[in-house]
């Protein structure tokens, strides 16, 4: 292993080769975007808050606060499917503060006539993506149309039908019970909904638990969670998967399979996708499309011990030493490690072993 | 041996959740020697405990220093912080409510001057009626606010009205019940799960029992 590159240099390294071996192109894009695009498509965007500037004539632009918009924007409604991966910096408010963070983000996105199989892959290639950066990973996957579909059945406000997926997205059982009956929404929806909520876990438990309900949840829905489910664990990931209705996007951008990654000790999820046929009909294209984006930043939680030292060797030099002779010194002493040439020890420097560069030439010397 | 991180609410209501805790069978008997110690634990049964500041609560559960804590839902509809909302507790229960000075008429001409420590809870109710509001943000002591007139009403938490009434205030309308919810962050449930949804069902009995 490459010790010089940090473990998210790692990470990224390994997803880009993960995502070329499934015939994924890498989609190289600008940092700049017409701000028009994110006027117009908002909500989509996690935070609302975009980096302006304008352009030498006079166009507003800005700094990309989000990658799949611009990607959609790039694509055309053809034949066949288009498979693109990205390696990209996106600017964002951070959550909490008043404050832009520049955000590093890896992803793909599968566009066109989408089928079982696109999502098995995309899904097959999140859990992958997981699983290079922690053994201890945990894919959750949903499927929004089925929350919508109970959901859609009563007659209630847009206002109560987001709070009920937002409880849903929170396992939030006894508000949910609270809006139902404010609402007067029916008993049945109420304990279908509650379900939702509490049935967590894999996929074999929690989709025999779903079969029983069938007067509440759509079979078509059901046999497509079901049947990339059965693609995941023959693939032998069925360790990691989760089928967890908590995953809760924007219903009026995304559809169908959803789903979030989590690995051990990074408090966030580190992995966030689904199916958006929604956002690609509001700009315009036929096509449907699936994809996700994986979290770079948050992998530094992740990291290795810190290095004890700055260096490994501070070999210290004298004004006036033979140059040719110092330069001779510290290549050889590289070849166990890193080395510093000062002419003194700098302040709050740390160093596994200090050599004076006049030790060195009387130890090649004798 | 995992241990799961705790973080409980300084003061009162935190000691009655540390009892439910305890009868769930995670104690930590030190947690009640009388020192100015903020973390305790207990390795053989795997729980670390932590003292927080009530308001900061969710955000050492978001951010995975705690694995689960207790907060009232008046911190949790302010901040809205990305966690997992598992159980009502059914305790600490108050209401968050405007109030005004006992003549105070609501004139819609006029932009309502609110005073308030919950700017997000204020601004969300207001907007929800379409009513027009300039929010004065304050640290404490709110109740002064309209009496000084700072403001026309505030939207503060009222346990039993007694600050209020001893102001001269009174309750013009409720705007949600409180009470305190078990919290969970949402990674740690993940790995840790098994642990926390014995906490949950323990808590749910014991709140069931005392009804």
């Avoid at chain 2, 027009?132 to 009403?153: R, T």
């Avoid at chain 2, 102001?167 to 962050?185: G, H, K, Q």
């Amino acid at each position: 292993m490459n010790t010089v590159l940090t473990n998210e240099e790692q990470v990224i390294f390994n997803l880009r080769s993960v995502y070329e071996s499934y015939g994924y192109n890498r989609f190289k894009m600008s940092k700049f975007e017409e701000y028009d695009l994110y006027a117009r498509n908002k909500d989509f965007l996690i935070s609302d808050s975009v980096i302006t500037f304008n352009d030498a004539n006079g166009k507003l632009l800005a700094l990309k606060p989000d990658v799949t918009l611009s990607i959609i924007k790039n694509s055309e409604d053809a034949k066949g499917i288009k498979k693109v991966y990205y390696n990209e910096n996106v600017y964002r408010v951070a959550k909490g503060t008043h404050s832009f963070k520049e955000i590093m983000q890896v992803g793909l996105e599968c566009i066109g006539d989408i089928d079982g199989y696109c999502i098995a892959e995309v899904l097959l290639l999140a859990a992958k993506s997981l699983k290079s950066i922690s053994e201890a990973s945990v894919l959750d996957i949903s499927h929004l149309g089925i929350v919508a579909d109970i959901i859609d059945r009563e007659a209630i406000s847009a206002d109560v039908k987001s709070k009920l997926v937002k409880c849903i997205g929170e396992k939030n059982e006894h508000d949910i019970i609270k809006l139902c009956e404010e609402a007067g929404i029916g008993d049945d929806c109420s304990a279908a909904l509650c379900t939702l909520c509490n049935t967590y876990g894999a996929p074999k438990s929690v989709l025999a638990k779903l079969k029983s309900m069938s007067a509440v949840i759509n079979p078509f829905m059901l046999s497509e969670l079901e049947a990339v489910c059965l693609a995941l664990e023959n693939e032998g990931l069925g360790d990691m998967l989760h089928i967890d209705f908590s995953v809760v996007s924007d219903i009026n951008y995304y559809n169908g399979i959803a789903f979030k990654g989590f690995v051990e000790s990074v408090p966030d999820a580190v992995l966030s996708g689904g199916q958006y046929d929604r956002l690609m009909q509001k700009m315009g294209r036929k096509s449907g499309a699936i994809g996700f984006a994986v979290y770079i930043d948050l992998l530094q939680r992740l990291e290795v011990a810190d290095k004890k030292y700055d260096v490994d060797t501070l070999l210290i030099y004298n004004e006036g030493c033979d140059i040719a002779k110092l330069l001779e010194a510290v290549a050889t002493l590289g070849k166990e490690g890193s080395v510093s040439a000062q002419k003194q020890i700098p302040d709050k420097f740390t160093y596994r072993r200090l050599i004076k560069f006049d030790e060195v030439t009387e130890i090649e010397n004798a | 041996m995992k241990m799961l991180n705790v973080a409980l609410p300084k003061g009162r209501l935190g000691e009655k959740v540390y009892a439910m805790f305890e009868k769930a069978g995670f104690e930590c008997h030190s947690i009640k020697e009388n020192n100015r110690k903020l973390i305790f634990e207990n390795e053989a049964v795997g729980v670390r405990y932590f003292w927080v500041k009530p308001s900061d609560v969710a955000i050492y559960v978001e951010r995975g220093a705690a694995d689960i804590g207790v907060a009232g839902k008046d911190i949790l509809l302010e901040y809205e912080p990305d966690v997992y909302e598992l159980f009502d507790l059914d305790i600490g229960k108050c209401r968050m409510a405007v109030a005004a000075k006992k003549d105070f008429r609501d004139n819609p001409n006029h932009t309502l001057r609110v005073a308030t420590k919950f700017s997000n809870i204020a601004q969300s109710y207001y907007a929800s009626k379409g009513r027009d509001i300039d929010i004065i943000h304050l640290n404490g002591s709110i109740e002064i606010a309209p009496i000084l007139d700072l403001s026309d009403v505030i939207v503060d938490i009222v346990e039993t009205g007694t600050t209020l009434k001893e102001n001269d205030l009174e309750v013009f309308e409720t705007i949600v019940p409180i009470s305190a919810r078990l919290i969970a962050n949402k990674s740690a449930f993940k790995f840790k799960g098994d642990i926390i949804e014995k906490i949950v069902g323990s808590m749910a009995a014991q709140t069931e029992v005392s009804k």
